[in-house]
């Protein structure tokens, strides 16, 4: 959720920010903007609107300067204005900030500011701390024998109550750049006569592979040729290099037309990755590497609590039928956003486990921060090597899907499924799940990808479906068991980027109310699988169809549908109960997005929405 980039060195600061902001536009897009030292002094630029509104007003001189701090919002505090984009400059033109975050405390400052003759220009509460740190800079004493640019952002960082990840520059400091970070992710790229600061590492894969993730309460000050990191409070910290294996093509469109498409088209490449290397030589169980747990520890474990947001707490949803399933462990799921201010009771043998695509996800960071408090264990499944999440959990699992770059989430949602898979299968088999049945389970998965390219190859069928639903204002996903978080997801998918209003239900739940919402300007997808409870299924197709609902269902080749029951279908291969979520996600999401190209929608910027909600 916003996107900061600053570099420092002996390029075009422009050149290279403006690739890190498009490479980040995913992270808010209502405005952008850049700050860059010049030989003329400090040229600012904002655009509200996309990326290129910037880059069509960037000037020649503007993007020569090798010094600079750039900016994509979405807005917290204040309107979509040019005012309210960053960078913000002090009132006395000496200092650029932009800002990730919020700070919590931004009105008093602002109030003892203008008493000390600061002026406001917008409505952020980024403005306060960029007239805070030209505050502190000009009470510095120039010969204290410190540096004064970086001492005024310490003392300013220490009065902030909130969150932030920052980058500032200073018309009197040339060649220096600074940036910290408390709660809002801020990594620096370490180059050859140049050094950056971006908040996600994808936005500087272009410069250099070595990075440092930033820790909270770390402040960074970096040259074209060297670096130095201290605490808030001034001790120093030293710097961890890491490199990045990142192939900087697989965060590139390519010959789709958008990233959500890609991403949905490149699931059996991305669930491949994720499964590889992670069987047992007897291809019974599963097998992790990072899990930091002996198997010994894991037996003990007696409760498992999943924490996430969005679409990941759906994919918690299945892990709890499958865990619960093949492993016999109870399993509770929890909204991070809701578990972190309740003080619920956990037993000790209680293991915490996190899901997030980005791993930056604040209320998930939080909730796991308070879980880690009360002494449990945590792990995570993310996909960002190196984020927040990844690094403060005791253990995890990557799951390797590539970035994920279309604010909706996809390939990443059935992957995490496919390791939750992978999680029940490897604690049922340390308990008491069969060989056979492992066997059975581990053929299932290396099955996926080809039985997920047999789903991908219906996707005109499924385009010529949703042509035909595109006008309708409200929709159901309905399904039982396991199809009830897909259901949610697919109610989720529609809704984000096609702004139809669309509600996720188990199946048998229509009854109690929602049945009432039925009507032949309502479609209901239905999600049916083989198995005990087809039967009931088709109970609850039938009440819909009754009263005029319009049905489009999605089911498994065995199900045996009545032709006059149903108005479109669309079947999936036959398989294994613990990859059916996963299969059965595909027909959904294709859906969702022909739904919403047929309308018009921006499918990779849905409107309000931003990649990686780092505020809470
Ligand atoms: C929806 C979507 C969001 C995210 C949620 C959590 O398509 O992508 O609901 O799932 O914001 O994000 P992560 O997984 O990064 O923690």
Known sequence: MCGIVGYVGRHRAGNLMLDGLKRLEYRGYDSSGMAVLTANGLDLVKRTGRVKNLEEALTESQLGGSLGISHTRWATHGDVTEANAHPHLSSDGKIALVHNGVIENYLGMKKFLVGKGYSFRSETDSEALANLIAYHYAKEPEESGKNRFLESVRKSLQHVEGTYGIAVICTDA??????????????????????????DVNAITHCTQNVVYLNDNEVVHLHNDDFSITTVSSKNVEAVIHQVDWDTTEAELGDYHHFMEKEIFEQPTALENGMRGRFSDDSST???????????????????????????????????YLIERYARIPVEVEYASE???????????????????????IDTLAALREAKRKGYRTLSINNSVGSTIARECDGGIYQHAGPEIGVASTKAFTSQIMLCAMVALYLGRLRDLSYGDGVDIVKALKQLPELIRDVLGQSDKVAAIAKQYASYEDCLFLGRQLMFPIALEGALKLKEISYIHAEGYPAAEMKHGPIALISEKCPSVFLATSGEIFQKSLANIQEVKARKGKVICIATEECDIPEDLIDDL????????????ILMSIPVQL????????????????RNLAKSVTVE
């Open 339 to 361: 578990f972190r201010y309740r003080n619920a009771p956990l037993d000790k043998n209680t293991l915490v486990f996190a899901i997030s695509q980005s791993g930056e996800t």
């Open 591 to 606: 859906f969702s997005y022909y739904v919403a190209l047929e309308r018009g929608c921006d499918v990779d910027k849905p």
């Open 174 to 199: 040339p060649d220096e750049l600074i940036g910290a970070r408390k709660g809002s992710p801020l990594i620096i790229g370490i180059g050859k006569g140049e050094n950056l600061i971006a908040s």
């Open 570 to 581: 669309i079947l999936v291969p036959e398989c294994h109960e613990i990859i059916k979520p």
């Open 286 to 320: 599963a097998v992790f590497g990072g899990l930091n747990l002996s198997p010994q520890e894991l037996r003990h474990v007696d409760r498992i609590l999943f924490l996430a947001c969005g679409t990941a707490w759906h994919a918690c949803l299945v892990a709890e």
